[in-house]
Nanobody, 133 residues
């Protein structure tokens, strides 16, 4: 069974940086679409914040994080990363990762997974990021 273990969250001041990690077990990461998602306090739905389409390496970032977040992968370690820079209080959320296959676009990966849940496995525990002075 596919499982996700997210780590790297914590308390950071506005303008600071964090690097999140997600280790996947139960399947090989290679040839998978990958993404990071977040659920802000009090919000019912998750939001896709960074996705990569395996087919062509295309990426999707919503305007709220574009230029500040960078998603990457290490297939040998079965791990995906999210580098977050210039963090803002509105980035405070629990962050989750997910993988899938054959999405039509990176944006579709983000949108569909945020709304329907991971295509493979179920949501992990997530890692809490708190941005506060």
């Amino acid at each position: 069974q596919v499982q996700f273990v997210e780590s790297g969250g914590g308390l950071v001041q506005p303008g600071g940086s964090l690097r999140l990690s997600c280790t996947i077990s139960g399947t090989a990461l290679s040839r998978k679409d990958i993404g990071w998602f977040r659920q802000a306090p009090g919000m019912e739905r998750r939001e896709g914040v960074s996705c990569i389409l395996n087919y062509d390496g295309s990426t999707y970032y919503p305007d709220s994080v574009k230029g500040r977040f960078t998603i990457s992968r290490d297939n040998a370690k079965n791990t995906i990363y999210l580098q977050m820079d210039d963090l803002k209080p509105e980035d405070t959320a629990v962050y989750y990762c997910a993988i899938g296959e054959r999405h039509p676009s990176a944006q579709a990966m983000c949108t569909m997974t945020a709304g329907l849940g991971p295509q493979m496995g179920t949501w992990g525990q997530g890692t809490l990021v708190t941005v506060s002075p």
